[in-house]
């Protein structure tokens, strides 16, 4: 099983390829934030949060990613190689 660093270097990767910015989201003191904000050259935006196979959003987790999606953010959950390589297609 791939750890959730393996993951996200391979989502950082795959945008670089593309062109696209993957930028840490980092906010001392506000838990919960999806792990990183992609940016695409025809001005799209998202989030995604990246965990292992076996990984679990916490409760703050799933509240922060459902205030996003209701602010009319596109926010991603993935597990694994596989499932970044799909989000990447639908983009």
């Known amino acids: 099983m791939l750890s959730e660093k393996r993951i996200?270097?391979?989502l950082i990767r795959e945008c670089k390829k593309r062109g696209w910015h993957c930028l840490k989201l980092v906010d001392v003191g506000r838990a919960g934030y999806p792990d990183?904000?992609?940016m695409q050259p025809d001005g799209a935006m998202w989030l995604c949060e990246v965990k292992r196979q076996d990984g679990k959003l916490s409760k703050i987790q799933i509240?922060?990613?459902k205030q996003l999606r209701n602010l009319g953010f596109t926010v991603?959950?993935?597990?694994s190689k596989d499932d970044i390589d799909e989000v990447l297609?639908?983009?």
């Open 63 to 65: 509240h922060r990613i």
């Open 89 to 91: 297609k639908s983009c």
């Open 8 to 10: 996200e270097m391979h």
């Open 36 to 38: 990183r904000q992609i």
């Open 76 to 79: 991603h959950v993935v597990y």
